[in-house]
């Protein structure tokens, strides 16, 4: 395997560390005070931050902006998934960053979703503003009242009706639905349950603003509403949508989604390892400026171990999330679904080993805002459960790899034979 970056990847490297540097890290308590300043004067926390749209237009040009969509004739940029990991890694650092970059889910899972199964009028009228940065979207799956880590389970129903489809069910943790700039919906419901089990879901588009689409309420995480972009539980109330909305047509809804998530999975741990690595810088510069019972922090044995353990804990989980990288761009996503499954479930949660000895090395601090630790931990434990949670990843793994066990007809495995 070759894990060697282009040129151009490590020229935007570059580039992307400067404005990070520039633009990002000096701008983080300017971007929670706009919000909260929102909140107070206008008296609504739901509004796009000046500082967000200002940084847009600079790193569009710097060709720092849609880097993550690999060959789309609209998205000339798009890097390959390989390329695009270390760069996704610097803007994780920053849970509003990618943002800045035209790089957010669920965006990019969205483009990409309209770039691959959507049909030119879709992406006349959707993928091409969303590029542009100019509207965002949100992709609606995941329901309150059933087992959504089982997508058949999900009850919201797509009914033909004529020349149009009519929607009902609920959603809930729609992320970026709060946002005013999100234009249109990827809803994921039930056309036909009586179809064969994996056939009866399809996906269609679901325009903002469309009559009976209803936000009920954002839902907090460990209690950071994440305004403006947020997560909302949505009832759709006979939404009628003209049938050309939907994607591939009825009865494609999981092939359209395991071509989605796989993308949306990786990039979540490509983030995720920028957190993991932002965690560990913090903790290092703690322990070094810190003094107890006489001597720094740094010099005591348990926190050398613990500064080892996540040391190797990144570096691994970063080289898994390449081969997982590079086996999309060379056989495809299909072939790699083993190596996305492992790296969704080892990168958040060496993100959280390492968030949590930042904490703890922070002390009070750690909990508090005073640090981002405590924002990034709470984000990062959501990704053990969004795309999937890790018991579903856990057992797709065990399935494949007991797959390659079965013995043939007559082959012997070289068991011990044992009789009662």
């Known amino acids: 395997?070759?894990?060697?970056?282009?040129?151009?990847?490590?020229?935007?490297?570059?580039?992307?560390?400067?404005?990070?540097?520039?633009?990002?890290?000096?701008?983080?308590?300017a971007y929670k005070e706009e919000i909260d300043r929102n909140g107070r004067e206008q008296g609504n926390r739901w509004l796009p931050t000046r500082l967000i749209e200002d940084l847009k237009p600079?790193?569009?040009?710097?060709?720092?902006?849609?880097?993550?969509?690999?060959?789309?004739?609209?998205?000339?940029?798009?890097?390959?998934?390989?390329?695009?990991?270390?760069?996704?890694?610097?803007?994780?650092?920053?849970?509003?960053?990618?943002?800045?970059?035209?790089?957010?889910?669920?965006?990019?899972?969205?483009?990409?979703?309209?770039?691959?199964?959507?049909?030119?009028?879709?992406?006349?009228?959707?993928?091409?503003?969303?590029?542009r940065g100019e509207i965002r979207s949100a992709f609606a799956m995941t329901e309150p009242a059933v087992a959504s880590s089982d997508a058949t389970n999900i009850e919201t129903r797509i009914v033909r009706q004529g020349d149009d489809y009519v929607i009902n069910g609920f959603k809930w943790w729609i992320s970026g639905a709060g946002d005013p700039r999100c234009k249109i919906?990827?809803?994921?419901?039930?056309?036909?349950?009586?179809?064969?089990?994996?056939?009866?879901?399809?996906?269609?588009?679901?325009?903002?603003?469309?009559?009976?689409?209803?936000?009920?309420?954002?839902l907090p995480v460990f209690g950071y509403d994440d305004a403006p972009h947020g997560h909302c539980e949505i009832e759709f109330k006979d939404v009628r949508v003209p049938a050309s909305n939907i994607l591939l047509g009825e009865g494609r809804g999981f092939e359209i989604a395991q071509g989605r998530l796989g993308?949306?999975?990786?990039?979540?741990?490509?983030?995720?390892?920028?957190?993991a690595e932002r965690a560990l810088e913090l903790m290092c510069k703690r322990l070094n400026s810190?003094?107890?019972?006489?001597?720094?922090?740094?010099?005591?044995?348990?926190?050398?171990?613990?500064?080892?353990?996540?040391?190797?804990?990144?570096?691994?989980?970063?080289?898994?999330?390449?081969?997982?990288?590079?086996?999309?761009?060379?056989?495809?996503?299909?072939?790699?679904?083993?190596?996305?499954?492992?790296?969704?479930?080892?990168?958040?949660?060496?993100?959280?080993?390492?968030?949590?000895?930042?904490?703890?090395a922070h002390g009070g601090a750690g909990v508090s805002d005073v640090t981002p630790l405590a924002a990034l931990w709470a984000h990062n434990?959501?990704?053990?459960?969004?795309?999937?949670?890790?018991?579903?990843?856990?057992?797709?793994?065990?399935?494949l790899e007991l797959a390659r066990h079965v013995a043939l007809p007559g082959e012997d495995l070289g068991l011990p034979i044992t009789r009662s």
């Open 185 to 218: 919906f990827i809803l994921m419901g039930k056309t036909d349950p009586d179809a064969p089990r994996h056939s009866q879901q399809s996906m269609i588009l679901v325009p903002a603003g469309t009559p009976g689409l209803n936000i009920k309420r954002p």
């Open 58 to 131: 600079k790193a569009r040009e710097q060709g720092l902006w849609n880097l993550f969509l690999p060959r789309s004739p609209r998205a000339p940029e798009g890097l390959s998934n390989l390329d695009y990991a270390p760069l996704c890694e610097i803007m994780g650092r920053v849970s509003w960053a990618p943002e800045v970059f035209n790089c957010a889910a669920p965006d990019t899972g969205n483009m990409e979703t309209i770039e691959r199964y959507g049909s030119e009028e879709h992406k006349r009228q959707w993928l091409e503003p969303l590029l």
């Open 263 to 275: 993308p949306g999975r990786i990039h979540h741990c490509m983030r995720a390892i920028g957190v």
């Open 290 to 360: 810190r003094v107890a019972f006489g001597r720094k922090i740094s010099e005591q044995g348990v926190w050398r171990e613990r500064i080892a353990d996540a040391r190797i804990q990144i570096d691994t989980a970063r080289l898994l999330t390449l081969k997982a990288a590079y086996m999309m761009d060379t056989v495809g996503n299909k072939y790699a679904k083993a190596e996305i499954a492992m790296i969704k479930v080892l990168a958040p949660n060496v993100a959280q080993n390492v968030l949590d000895m930042a904490i703890q």
């Open 381 to 399: 434990r959501t990704l053990r459960l969004a795309d999937g949670p890790d018991e579903v990843h856990r057992n797709a793994i065990a399935k």
């Open 1 to 29: 395997m070759d894990f060697e970056y282009s040129d151009r990847c490590k020229g935007l490297q570059e580039k992307l560390l400067r404005f990070m540097d520039q633009h990002i890290y000096p701008n983080e308590k």
